[in-house]
């Protein structure tokens, strides 16, 4: 694996960002293979956090750029070359929530992924719009809204909801986190709020 400049510190946005060098957080970004488009990848990734303030979602500060992959959160956050700005701030957010949403320890992520259960007993896995499997699908119904939740703060609902809109993965989820209220409403119950989410249940 081939590390191009390593370490970046990303300037977080706003002007107590610019003033504080505390408020500055180190990102590694590692390429896979160090192609040229990795490497843009890298420099538009790291342009994004210089301009939006993402610094309450970041769970993993290790990223990889790998153009060979599918975006994953573990057990490295890795992005592909795929996307153009937006997408790919959102498919970073979607990586971060991922390491925030514990759905083995986390008992809020039980217990709003048993609701999910009651109220789609019928959700889908992969073959019909969901994610891998069953289990996962009521697991993305956390940490898309989540998602929704974090790119809506960051460029605001319209914006937001065509990227969204969209994604050609997850269908089904990304309907119901578009459309249905009820979705918002458990995952407010059990504390998903992005605006105040932290590290930790």
Known sequence: MRSLALAALVGLAGPAAAQDPAARVAITVELKHGTGDEAATRTRL????????????????SVLVDNAQTPHSHPVLTLNTRY???PLLATFLHEQMHWRVDE?????AKAAMAEFRRLFPDAPGREGGGA???????????????EL???????????????????????????????????????RRHGFIAEQLRRGP
């Open 104 to 108: 083995l320890k986390d008992e809020h």
């Open 84 to 86: 153009s700005d937006l």
């Open 149 to 187: 939740q974090a790119v809506t703060q960051l460029v605001g609902e319209s914006q937001a909801r065509q990227v969204l809109r969209e994604w050609t993965h997850y269908p089904w989820i990304y309907s119901r986190v578009l459309e249905d209220p009820r979705i918002r409403e458990v995952n």
């Open 132 to 146: 891998r499997d069953v289990f996962s699908t009521y697991l993305h119904l956390i940490v898309c809204h989540l």
């Open 46 to 61: 790291l342009g994004l956090l210089e301009k939006y303030d993402v610094s309450q979602w970041l769970f993993t500060k």
